[in-house]
């Protein structure tokens, strides 16, 4: 139930705590939003979620259609 991933950004100095997800949705969060600065996900069905995501699905569509 913790953090999965911690990197560390060079530029700023500082921590970036990530969570992954498969599918992120309201009905399977289970952190403090706050303890978090990233979301990696597959699919994003929470649009309003409040810190920024990472949806690999988008990154994945955009680069086959190039």
Do not use: M
């Not at 139930?1 to 705590?17: L, P, S, V």
């Not at 978090?36 to 949806?55: A, G, L």
């Amino acid at each position: 139930k913790g953090i999965d991933a911690t990197c560390f950004d060079h530029d700023r100095q500082t921590e970036i705590r990530v969570e992954l997800k498969h599918k992120l949705s309201c009905s399977n969060w289970n952190h403090k939003i706050d303890e978090i600065d990233y979301i990696v996900c597959w699919e994003n069905r929470w649009k309003d979620f409040p810190k920024s995501v990472i949806e690999l699905k988008e990154i994945v569509q955009s680069k086959i259609l190039k």
